[in-house]
């Protein structure tokens, strides 16, 4: 009986790294461009932007909370930093302050209504979905924003020794987001908010304001991603962002993160997206309709929530 447990702990464990090598596996078969080093970048260069917003909704689903406003949030900070990033107008650190900030405000209000006002998440940031795509049509009537800037193009559009930027924009805030979550204090609150709700406030933790925080840096996160979008695409777009928040949470919930709070990590996060992104990639190639892409994502995310419960159910 032990060797089972042991056995099904240590496959619910690795079996996300298992099942992404046999997916490549499948893919460098299916195609033999797959496992070129050049689509091996353009792979990590694509998935970039969406990983990144998938460790704060990773952080969200750890503390027990959804978010379902990281699309329009994406969308609104893409528009608002573009208005700051005219050639000759402002020093480039004004408009990724801006994209940044204006994420986070959005993500300050969401943890506030949620923490203080007792509102289940999911009305808030629903509600919020609908306010943030609304608020990046407001601020540019509907129009992209364009004429950006050389520096503000460099920042999703150049390259650091042969390697994308945006790569190393991903690398870096996965560092700081498992560093955060393995190695402080408000990492191990955010697990025990997530884990025990009644339980971390009994022993004496500020659930309210850890809930507060974690909205408000997977905003920020969403913010940096918007920007880094526009960067990319060289435009601000109302309507960038679409469906973001789908991709964002099937990468944590396929990665290992509990729709329950409590139970993940960002290195299956990161696993995640890559399955996703290594789907969409493998199924270009064989040239695949994108719509059967999204049929296959969604299969995914409904098997992997079905296998979370489960393994509750059993614990």
């Known amino acids: 009986m032990n060797m089972v447990q042991t056995m099904t702990e240590k496959a619910s464990k690795y079996g996300i790294y298992i099942a992404f090598i046999i997916l490549c596996i499948i893919m460098s078969f299916l195609s033999p461009y797959f496992l070129t080093f050049q689509n091996i970048v353009n792979i990590l260069n694509q998935v970039s932007i969406i990983g990144i917003i998938a460790i704060g909704s990773t952080m969200v689903l750890l503390s027990g909370g959804l978010d379902l406003s990281p699309g329009s949030i994406v969308a609104f900070s893409g528009v608002m930093a573009a208005h700051f990033a005219h050639p000759g107008e402002y020093p480039i650190i004004v408009p990724i302050l801006v994209g940044i900030g204006s994420g986070a ?5 969401n943890g506030f209504v949620t923490a203080k006002g007792k509102v289940p998440p999911f ?31 460099m920042l999703g559009g150049s390259k650091i020794f042969g390697i994308p930027v945006l790569i190393v924009f991903y690398a870096g805030i996965f560092l700081l987001a ?8 408000f990492g191990r ?11 971390a406030h009994v022993s004496g933790l500020n659930v309210d304001r850890i809930k507060i ?3 408000t840096i997977a905003a920020g996160l969403s913010g940096l991603g918007g920007l880094l979008l526009a960067s990319r695409t ?24 509990s729709t329950t709070g409590g139970v993940g ?9 890559l399955i996703i992104q290594v789907i969409s990639n493998g199924l270009d190639m064989v040239n695949v309709p994108s719509y059967y892409q999204q049929i296959v994502k969604g299969t995914i995310i409904i098997f992997a929530v079905f296998v979370d419960m489960k393994t509750k159910q059993r614990a």
């Open 123 to 153: 009305i808030v940031t629903l509600g919020m979905m609908s306010i943030g795509r609304g608020l990046a049509m407001l601020a540019c009537d509907g129009m992209q924003v364009i004429n950006l800037s050389e520096p503000f193009k």
């Open 265 to 273: 990590r960002v290195t299956g996060t990161i696993i995640g997206a």
């Open 189 to 199: 609150h955010m697990y025990a908010v997530g884990g025990n709700e009644t339980a």
């Open 105 to 109: 405000a959005l993500g300050l209000i």
């Open 213 to 215: 925080l974690v909205y």
């Open 178 to 185: 498992y560093f955060t979550l393995e190695k402080t204090r």
């Open 234 to 257: 060289v435009v601000g777009s109302p309507i960038a962002g679409m469906g973001y928040e789908l991709d964002a949470i099937a990468a944590a919930v396929i990665g290992g993160t």
